[in-house]
């Protein structure tokens, strides 16, 4: 099992529309947990940190994390084409904060 | 707050050959961790690096190395290079305060032929 599963996609959504994107892990002692943007060529950009269950929300975007399902998901309100990139969920594992696994992410297309 | 830099930006190397490759944190930060990311593996954890001392090591070969210096900046090192080596090496840094975010550089694209 990997550390951080997420659907590679491609996901299509219509542009105005919600886009939600969903990863799992698999250590239980997870306290960290990130979702980062990333455009063709071009570096991961971070969009959203939880460390709390429940959600926590910036702007268009939500963060939801569920520790007991071990369950992380990014929703994106009013989908624009510019929000179209792949997403990476990314985790701490083990008793360290500072190793950080990242999911193989989720493409996501908006269509206009 | 300048962002965090990494030289060389493009690099062509061929088999055998070793490679060294440089991240400046952003400014306060003290650790940077080194990352490969290749189309079939996505981004993989190498290392990171925290006051001058490795604190977490990821599953690749001894071949890749890599030292912090007194001023937080990073290098990694790739020896006897191997064509499946040729990847986007990405160096991401952290603060101490706050919460545990990460923020990456531009990245190094390494080729090797």
């Known amino acids: 099992q990997k550390e951080v599963e997420q659907n590679s996609g491609p996901l299509s959504v219509p542009e105005g529309a919600i886009a939600s994107l969903n990863c799992t892990y698999s250590?239980?002692?997870?306290?960290?947990f990130f979702w980062y943007r990333q455009y063709s060529g071009k570096s991961p950009e971070l969009i959203m940190s939880?460390?709390?269950?429940g959600d926590k929300e910036d702007g268009r975007f939500t963060a939801q994390l569920n520790k007991a399902s071990q369950y992380v998901s990014l929703l994106i309100r009013d989908s624009q084409p510019s929000d179209s990139a792949t997403y990476l969920c990314?985790?701490?594992?083990?008793?360290?904060?500072?190793?950080?696994?990242f999911g193989s992410g989720t493409r996501l297309s908006i269509r206009p | 707050k300048a962002g965090v830099t990494q030289t060389p930006r493009y690099l062509i190397k061929t088999r055998g050959q070793q490679v060294t490759l440089s991240c400046s944190p952003i400014?306060?930060?003290?650790?940077v961790s080194w990352y490969q990311q290749t189309p079939g593996q996505g981004l993989q954890f190498l290392f990171e690096?925290?006051?001058?001392?490795?604190?977490n090591k990821g599953n690749f070969p001894g071949r890749f190395s890599g030292r912090q210096f007194s001023n937080s900046r990073s290098e990694m090192n790739v020896s006897t290079l191997e064509l499946g080596d040729s990847a986007l090496y990405l160096c991401?840094?952290?603060?101490?305060?706050?919460?545990?975010?990460?923020?990456f550089g531009p990245g190094t694209r390494l080729t090797v032929l």
């Open positions: 990314a985790v701490n594992v083990g008793s360290s904060a500072s190793k950080i696994i």
């Open positions: 690096y925290f006051s001058e001392t490795q604190r």
């Open positions: 939880i460390y709390s269950n």
């Open positions: 250590d239980r002692v997870s306290q960290s």
């Open positions: 400014s306060g930060h003290r650790s």
């Open positions: 991401a840094s952290r603060g101490t305060s706050g919460g545990n975010e990460q923020f």
